[in-house]
């Protein structure tokens, strides 16, 4: 059996997967203490958890600790050179610039300070820091840098990160961000994990646990610990495997939304793959190296707000509890539904009385008043939805094949999950004109998403034939590239690379490995060849187990 659980910010649901079939599902409501809530969704299922064997989880932990500022001090040692000046990009003042340089083929021109180096440390140190990020400008090139600087300082703290392990793509002031965020969540995220690992034992359940990424991608809970900040956005990343899970036409351009409590989120699939995030996502409107699907999050859910600003109905963008139909203290979009019928497990009196006073400043019939709180959340969702496709329309276009795509994107059918998705439906395709499809399961499609979810892993090789190295910066390998190495004998070397990764965390078998990334150059002296400079991406591929079998 396969569980997976999505943490959201209203719900958390569970689904048990067993031969290829939805066994068991189970809703709970999310409290402040996150482990608990798990394990009372867990409980809810009623399976026997100790014939468990993969657990996957779907988390807004570090997301939030990243937009709540709920993280502890993290610092920053970052060596440049000339060129881009990273004081820019500094967040907090706790980054600090040093000496040291590489130019962009890795080779080194300044070289680090270790005495600077153990001064900024004790200055960090001095102000409470609990963890460093080390970034090292063009370390995917030569990580010698981030390595020393590194192994200088690690005796003092209780986190360290470098940049290099986090991507091979080249850009430094992502990279910094990266890494930085990257350092400042390890804590929460390790104490979490830690609790996680503690609840399941106490239930039975021995089985490795594994975190869903911002990819649509799954990593062990270790590799979670170590790279914290890929596991952002995951909530997100959930709702579209589901979504992917349960798409009936993948060959129709579809616009998938997930209408939670609070948000709803949105991406876009075309041939049955969801929509990558060219360069990586952004946190906090800062642009990072994190891999992730591309999806936008809108400020209207089925329990936003609804108030009367200067004559008008706002709904949204904020949610103060569930809806007055079901206990709540706000009227809400689905006590809206329950005025109107269409949210029968609500109680209707409570959703007239909590409407009322709405009808009563606007001087307005209460149904009418119901119709256009509906209309307003939806035309707020379309008018996101619209402005979305315009702007993935206005750069370039990747699937999780990364693939450059193009053709216009045009979603020509909805797919919605979600509490409120059933209820809405109707309202949807008026708004939008086309046909809207709301899946079995939808109700916890999220957690389906995680459970059925593939583990991914992207490495870059980088070879200088002339300088005599190939460098593997997200598993830190740095050895010697012979003269005469091919690009064929490159290819070969990261799958080996990537198999044994695979193999060493016990992740899944038969996963396919392909490149995604292939440049050659000639590196020219003179008029003659004096060496070949090889840039190589691979990848295992996020997507749905194959012994998934779609419900009829």
């Given at each position: ?12 649901d569970?689904?048990?997967i ?5 066994r ?33 989880l779907?988390?807004?932990l ?26 820019n ?10 000496s040291?340089?590489m130019d ?13 180096i153990?001064s900024?440390a ?9 963890g ?5 400008k ?5 990580p ?5 600087i590194?192994?200088?300082i ?22 910094i ?7 400042a969540?390890?804590p929460v ?25 911002a ?18 956005l ?12 349960l798409?009936t ?8 939304m997930d209408?939670?409590g ?6 876009i ?13 952004s946190?906090?409107?800062l ?22 600003v ?14 007055a139909?079901?206990?709540?203290p ?11 019928g ?10 007239r009385?909590a409407i ?9 019939e ?13 035309g ?28 216009l ?19 949807l395709?008026e708004?939008?004109?086309m ?12 957690a389906?998403?995680?459970?059925l ?19 593997c ?22 799958v080996?690379l990537?198999?044994?990764h ?37 990848q ?7 012994e ?5």
């Amino acid at each position: 059996m396969r569980l997976g659980i999505d943490v959201g910010g209203t719900h958390t649901d569970a689904v048990c997967i067993e031969e290829g079939t939805v066994r068991a599902t189970a809703k709970t409501l999310t409290v402040s203490d996150l482990v608990h809530s798990i394990r009372e969704v867990i409980l809810a299922l009623g399976v026997d958890c100790t014939r468990v064997e993969r657990t996957i989880l779907s988390t807004t932990l570090s997301t939030n600790a990243i937009i709540e500022k709920t993280f502890a001090p993290a610092g920053m040692i970052i060596s440049a050179g000339p060129g881009i000046d990273p004081r820019n990009y500094f967040l907090t003042d706790d980054f600090h610039l040093v000496s040291g340089a590489m130019d962009h083929r890795g080779r080194e021109y300044i070289p680090i300070d270790p005495r600077e180096i153990s001064s900024v440390a004790e200055k960090l140190k001095e102000r409470n820091v609990a963890g460093v990020g080390v970034v090292s400008k063009f370390s995917a090139k030569n990580p010698a840098h981030e390595q020393a600087i590194s192994s200088l300082i690690k005796p003092g703290f209780e986190h360290v990160s470098m940049g290099h392990t986090l991507s091979g793509n080249l850009n430094f002031p992502r990279r910094i961000h990266t890494t930085y965020f990257n350092t400042a969540v390890m804590p929460v995220q390790n104490r979490f994990l830690l609790a996680v690992k503690k609840a399941f034992a106490g239930l039975g359940i021995h089985s490795r646990l594994h975190i869903l990424k911002a990819d649509g991608g799954t990593c062990t809970a270790a590799s979670a610990g170590e790279y914290p900040v890929e596991t952002i956005l995951s909530g997100p990343a959930a709702s579209m495997m589901g979504g992917l899970a349960l798409s009936t036409e993948p060959d129709v351009a579809t616009l998938m939304m997930d209408i939670g409590g609070t948000t709803t989120d949105m991406g876009i699939l075309i041939g049955g793959v969801p929509i990558l995030e060219p360069r990586g996502v952004s946190i906090c409107g800062l642009k990072t190296l994190v891999r992730g699907l591309k999806v936008v999050s809108v400020g209207a859910g089925g329990d936003s707000c609804v108030s009367v600003v200067d004559g008008k109905i706002r709904v949204g963008p904020h949610r103060d509890g569930p809806p007055a139909c079901l206990g709540g203290p706000m009227p809400t979009p689905m006590d809206a539904l329950a005025v109107l019928g269409r949210f029968p497990s609500g109680n209707q009196e409570k959703a007239r009385s909590a409407i009322a006073p709405v009808a009563a400043v606007l001087g307005r019939e209460l149904e009418g008043v119901a119709r256009e709180i509906v209309s307003l959340m939806v035309g707020n969702i379309r008018a996101n939805a619209l402005e979305f496709v315009e702007e993935v329309n206005r750069h370039p276009v990747y699937t999780i094949y990364e693939m450059l795509h193009p053709e216009l994107v045009e979603p020509r059918q909805l797919l919605v999950i979600g509490g409120p998705a059933a209820q809405l439906k109707p309202f949807l395709e008026e708004a939008f004109g086309m046909k809207c499809t709301v899946p079995d399961h939808a109700m916890v499609a999220n957690a389906l998403g995680a459970a059925l979810a593939r583990t991914t892993v992207q490495i870059t090789l980088v070879a200088d034939t002339q300088l005599g190295r190939m460098v593997c910066p997200e598993m830190g390998i740095d050895e010697q590239a012979p003269p005469s190495l091919t690009m064929r004998e490159l290819k070969k070397r990261g799958v080996d690379l990537l198999r044994a990764h695979l193999a060493s965390q016990g992740l899944e078998e038969g996963l396919e490995i392909r490149v995604v990334e292939e440049q050659s150059f000639n590196i020219v002296r003179g008029f003659s060849t004096a060496g070949r400079n090889y840039r190589l991406k691979l990848q295992t591929d996020p997507g749905i187990l194959p012994e998934w079998r779609l419900p009829c």
